[in-house]
């Protein structure tokens, strides 16, 4: 790691992390509050083999509830960094996370009104997915509207003033919600958590994080172009502006998606992009999977950690902050390696 | 408990002192021990929270100005017609504050009542209250043990000693009753109670906590325990309840009581209490009947649940307690077919689902 143009010529890298990600996930497998023998989980492996549904509470633990959750973890993780990646090329500044668009502020506010409301769980879900997107929409739309001026400046400001209202909305619903039993659970939406997260949730985000995916795949070249700047990507034949709504459109459909179910989880999507850089170099090609790798990882890893630290969680927002802010500090005073 | 032994004595020897007929400006301790002076009478009280309107109702309903938040629909037929309709008014102190003073000046009480923690954060927010809007102010220990207390001390407060001793009684003997009995009950016989909170039943009280305090009262066993000093509400996995494995599951919540009725949610069909059939859902109209808020309201709740925990060591007739509890609390007759709500709520069939606000 002595700089960011040595690293690009390693190519096991890539490979290395996914390694590293599979063994992460199946060393969670084995922590947790509910007490798995070893011969338990053999057995529960070979009747899931045979197509037999949970019958074990230790099969429910397994197949129920940790893994899904660790998968859950992986989506999440990876969902964030991608995304952060994206947003950090595609506005070409370091400081830059997922939710710059206001896409958090926007998902916690459908939530919260979909608690305020007392309204099931997955709609809730829906609400914080919805919430989410509307609110980068409104942030485009906006953007479109004031021409004539930098447009990511304006993009970023109307996140900033977007995010802002949503925010002063939760406020409003949390003073109106009932304190008893509204208000802990708004807290805890909006503090992240993937305690509640089942098999079934998995397959409604995994569609949308891949549907998100696909265009950033097919387009990568083009937002490696993208990071040079507008003059430059012109000169190389890349449309910047409609480029840039496919790409917005991508990342907050990815975000969007796993927020819906994981609720707000700060810092993946900063922090992980850089130490990415740091491995890989600025190539999109290559930053893009290093850091989705990392970022599931990570996640499970501070999952794991707020699932074990006691009988109680600790939500996994309030980690990634403790774990993630130190970290940027960190990054911040060595401020050597460059970011695009 | 010697702090709060004293507590409860310096309220009982200023109710003493103060068994006179008021005339004159007379001043009272309340419970967190300030000394407040209190007008000669006192016709509007403004509850400062939700656990204090539900006293300041069943002690002296006819001095309420408002109701924290404004009654809903299927919580409307077990109040007193003349407190139906009163308007909604807020919060003063305590988690998110939506009445501001102004709104309380404006609504002329001579007295400001707020009822549960007496520590010092309260009793300060208390004296600053007072000092700005020149309205006398006290604080009234809301917990559990203290009730009967509490209820004497209000009775005198408002005039009323002889309604303050009834329900003083009331508290008594039911916990005097619940005491004597589970005496015989060692702890291994207790059920191990799990209170599921929020949407998805992942949030709990922990032990300890004014939330669920009333397991332990009822006779049962809080399987949250972090088994530190941590007290409150708290974030719990799925994982970990199917390793507390709760013999009991007690909840409010209509929609997460549906889902496990339903059997919706296979991880929740490993746990004993759902196997067993022993999930619980609380009424909660006019108030809660575990919690919601953590207030007088709870007695009916109590009996209901060292019911279910230990059966016939608890005799509880549904329909008759319950009648009898809303007489003298709410100022209710429950007409049969409210009665039969309220007993086909706490049997899991909650009425439909109110328009919310």
New interface residues.
């Given amino acids: 790691m002595t700089g960011p143009r040595a690293a690009p010529q390693a190519s096991w890298i890539i490979p290395g992390l996914a390694v590293l990600a599979i063994a992460v996930a199946a060393a969670a497998l084995t922590v947790g509050a509910f007490p798995v023998t070893l011969e338990g989980f053999i057995r529960a492996v070979k009747n899931l083999w045979s197509g037999d549904l949970p019958q074990t509470s230790e099969e429910r633990v397994l197949f129920g509830i940790r893994g899904p959750r660790i998968l859950a973890g992986l989506i999440v993780g990876a969902a964030l960094a991608g995304a952060g990646v994206v947003y950090q090329g595609l506005f070409r500044n370091p400081l830059v996370s997922p939710d710059v668009l206001g896409v958090s502020a926007g998902a916690g506010l459908g939530a919260v009104i979909g608690i305020f409301l007392s309204l099931p769980v997955f709609a809730i879900q829906m609400l914080a997915f919805g919430g989410g997107l509307a609110t980068v929409g409104l942030v485009y739309l906006i953007a479109v509207a004031v021409r004539g001026r930098d447009p990511t400046l304006v993009l970023v400001l109307g996140g900033v003033v977007v995010g802002a209202l949503a925010g002063a909305a939760i406020s409003l619903l949390k003073i109106l919600a009932d304190p008893y039993d509204q208000l802990p659970a708004i807290t805890f939406w909006l503090l992240g958590s993937l305690a509640s997260v089942r098999g079934g949730d998995l397959w409604n985000v995994m569609p949308a994080v891949l549907i998100g995916l696909v265009p950033l795949v097919l387009l990568r070249w083009q937002i490696n172009v993208l990071s040079l700047g507008d003059e430059e990507a012109k000169s190389l034949g890349v449309e910047s502006g409609r480029l840039r709504v496919i790409v917005i459109a991508a990342a907050t459909l990815m975000t969007a998606s796993v927020v819906a179910i994981s609720g707000v989880i700060g810092w993946v999507g900063l922090v992980i992009p850089h130490i990415a850089r740091m491995l890989v170099g600025p190539n999109f090609e290559r930053l893009l999977p290093a850091a989705m790798l990392m970022g599931a990882s990570y996640l499970v890893l501070v999952d794991t950690l707020a699932r074990s630290l006691g009988r109680v969680e600790v939500p996994i927002g309030i980690l990634t902050a403790v774990v993630g802010a130190p970290f940027f500090l960190w990054l911040l005073w060595r401020g050597r390696h460059g970011w695009s | 408990m010697t702090r709060i032994d004293r507590r409860s004595f310096v309220a009982g020897a200023s109710m003493m002192l103060l068994a006179r007929p008021a005339h004159a400006a007379r001043t009272v301790t309340d419970s967190a021990g300030r000394t407040v002076t209190l007008p000669d009478r006192i016709d509007h009280v403004f509850a400062a929270?939700?656990p204090a309107s539900v006293v300041v109702y069943a002690v002296r309903p006819e001095t309420m100005v408002g109701w924290p938040?404004a009654l809903r629909a299927e919580e409307r037929p077990f109040i007193a017609p003349a407190q139906r309709d009163l308007p909604e008014i807020g919060?003063l102190t305590?988690?998110?504050?939506?009445a501001n003073v102004e709104t309380v000046l404006k609504m002329k009480p001579d007295l400001i009542v707020d009822y549960g923690s007496v520590r010092q954060t309260f009793a300060t927010l208390a004296d600053s209250v007072q000092q700005r809007t020149g309205i006398p102010y006290v604080l009234i220990d809301g917990r559990f043990e203290a009730s009967s207390s509490s209820f004497r001390l209000l009775g005198n407060i408002f005039g009323v000693p002889e309604r303050g001793e009834a329900l003083a009684t009331y508290s008594d003997d039911l916990f005097k009753n619940l005491d004597t009995t589970l005496k015989g009950i060692p702890e291994e016989q207790r059920p191990r109670v799990y209170l599921a909170?929020?949407?998805?039943g992942?949030?709990t009280g922990?032990k300890g906590s004014i939330?669920t305090e009333i397991i332990e009262r009822a006779g049962g066993r809080n399987v949250?325990?972090?088994?530190?000093q941590?007290r409150g509400?708290?974030?719990?996995?799925?994982?970990?309840i199917?390793?507390w494995?709760p013999d009991v599951i007690v909840t409010?919540?209509r929609?997460f009581h549906d889902?496990l009725a339903k059997g919706g949610?296979?991880?929740w069909q490993?746990v004993k209490a759902v196997k067993d059939g022993r999930v619980y859902l609380a009424p909660t109209a006019p108030f809660?009947w575990i919690?919601?808020?953590?207030s007088i309201n709870r007695l009916i709740g109590l009996r209901w649940l060292a019911n279910l925990f230990h059966g016939a060591r608890f005799p509880f007739d549904i329909r008759q307690d319950t009648r009898a509890f809303y007489k003298l609390f709410y100022h209710v007759d429950v007409t049969d077919s409210d009665l039969d709500t309220l007993i086909a709520w706490a049997d899991g069939k909650p009425p439909s689902r109110p328009a919310?606000r």
């Fill in positions: 929270g939700g938040r919060l305590g988690r998110g504050d939506t909170r929020g949407p998805d992942l949030e922990l939330n949250a325990d972090a088994q530190d941590r509400i708290a974030n719990v996995s799925p994982e970990q199917l390793a494995n409010w919540d929609n889902k949610d296979p991880l490993g809660g919690d919601r808020p953590p919310r």
